[in-house]
């Protein structure tokens, strides 16, 4: 079982950054993908980006080159560095965890990016 916290969305201008965090409550380092998706209402969820544990790399094409996904082992905590962010990356951003056998998934945090 993992219990992952995503903090550090708000409210950001056109063209501006933020940076979420997800914590898990237990060692990611057996965590084959952790991922950042994101849900708008009335939309199903769908794929920001991931990251291996190997390292592998796969983004939406929406977000390439503007948005950067990380993860810490050793500190248990995933990252998506979101920059020149646009009106239509206002959602709710989730994390996730896939583990073998089962997917775990945060509570969500609230981006909105607006003038």
């Known amino acids: 079982q993992v219990q992952l916290v995503e903090s550090g969305g708000g409210l950001v201008q056109p063209g501006g950054s933020l940076r979420l965090s997800c914590a898990a409550s237990?060692?990611?380092?057996?965590?084959?993908?952790m991922g950042w998706y994101r849900q708008t209402p009335g939309k199903q969820r769908e794929l920001v980006a991931t990251?291996?544990?190997?390292?592998?790399?796969n983004y939406a094409d929406f977000v390439k080159g503007r948005f950067t996904i990380s993860r810490d082992n050793v500190k248990n905590t995933a990252f998506l560095q979101m920059n020149s962010l646009k009106p239509e990356d206002t959602a709710v951003y989730f994390c996730?965890?896939?583990?073998?056998?089962?997917?775990?998934w945060g509570q969500g945090t609230q981006v909105t990016v607006s003038s």
């Open positions: 990251i291996t544990r190997g390292g592998r790399l």
């Open positions: 996730n965890a896939q583990a073998l056998l089962a997917s775990y």
């Open positions: 237990r060692s990611i380092g057996s965590i084959n993908t």
